[in-house]
């Protein structure tokens, strides 16, 4: 990597990851899906980022203490958390279910649903960003009239030359119905530079017939760079030109799929912020994918891939 980038927000939502192990008992983690690509592009940047932070709101609790120092850890900045008294972190389950992960979600006192409750907070918490990574479900946990208030921040900063990273990651439960979804989706797409959707969720809820449709709808919504990752398929990709495709990776074996599109995305935004082309960025991030999928949990141990 040789670009000096200056600072990386993502904004979203941590949680408290429970993954059921083959016995009874239960392994603790943090993860969601910002967080998961802004721990692939913390790994890959390295020492040429001055500054990555997480942008998102925690309570006071003993699980949210462990979260901040998780991070801080893990070389995250955390002087961009909200801390909100009388809430606390959203908690998940991941269990297996016939070969794929099955989710129990606990987030309706989730801290992070209040991230945009004070525009004044937020607005500072994102200046000086270089660029911006948000997703589906960091707008989907937010009321109504606060997602108005996330996307006129991050389009502000836009307008002055912030660059903006979006995965539209629909979760259908999170939503108030498809028409929501559609709505605020389409309407932070227009708000995006880069794009990095899943095929499988454009195709549930937009009806996409294949990934081209989903290229050229978030051609028309603005986006400059638009990657379908697509599972085992192709992935399929425009370069702000034309539209080109590579090949998934290859997997010896699937231990857990969480986090791998995550993964993915990471891996996309810290290569093409160093300099390297949109299909040489898809083929690592494919890599990087494949490589997550055969470790359990959301957060990919990093430090073994970059040294392999």
Known sequence: MTRKVQRIVAIGEVMVELRHGGDDAFYLGFAGDTLNTLWAIRAVLGDSVDRIDYVTALGKDRYSQQILRFLQEAGIGTEAIRIVPDRRPGLYIIDQEEGDRVFTYWRDSSAARCLAAEEGWLTDALAGADLIYFSGITLAILPEDERSVLLGAIDSLRRIGVRVAFDPNIRPALWEDDAAAKRWIVEAASKADWVLPSF????????????????????RAGASEIIVKNGKSEI????????GTQSAASVD?????????????????????GGSSVGESVLMAANAAARTIQNAGALMPFDRYLGD
Do not use: K, M, Q, W
């Open 200 to 219: 499988d969720d454009e195709a549930r809820t937009f009806r996409d017939a294949d990934p081209t449709a989903t290229i050229e709808r978030y051609r």
């Open 253 to 273: 074996r699937l231990v857990d799929a969480t986090g791998a599109g995550d993964a993915f995305n990471g891996v996309y935004i810290a290569c093409r912020l």
């Open 236 to 243: 399929v990709f425009f370069n702000g030109e034309s539209i």
